[in-house]
């Protein structure tokens, strides 16, 4: 975020929440948060 313009950052959280609930539509998953490392 600091390096892009807020617009560019909101657009790929965006994208990567798409991809995430088409992966889920596809799948027929459940969401599963993602482990902290």
């Known amino acids: 975020l600091a390096r892009r313009p807020v617009k560019v950052a909101v657009v790929a959280q965006a994208a990567k929440t ?4 088409w992966a ?3 799948t027929g998953q459940e969401y599963r948060a993602p482990v902290a490392a």
């Open 18 to 21: 798409a991809r995430i609930i």
């Open 24 to 26: 889920m539509l596809t």
